[in-house]
């Protein structure tokens, strides 16, 4: 349940920066933006970053991302050398 709700709490913020770019507060070409739109993309980005961040370890928790987690497969070892004991020089 909490993984569903960082989600929807994640991308809605998202939502929020792509009303800002089509409302006109920030213009890519010619760029121009006002002070409000700045910073209120830059504190919707950074709601959305903390959001995903605990979505991110709810999933790491529940085992959902353990196809990052993989370790390579230990060779196997090699047996023990069995060496004879070096001939003594006469």
Known sequence: MMLVLSLVLGIIPLLGVVWILTSGMIT????SATVDG??????????AG???L????EMNDDGMLGFLHKKKAAAAPAPPKTSAPAPKAS
């Open 28 to 31: 890519l070409w010619p760029f």
């Open 38 to 47: 700045l910073f209120m993309s830059l504190i919707l980005l950074a709601l």
């Open 54 to 57: 605990n979505a991110y370890w």
């Open 50 to 52: 903390c959001f995903f």
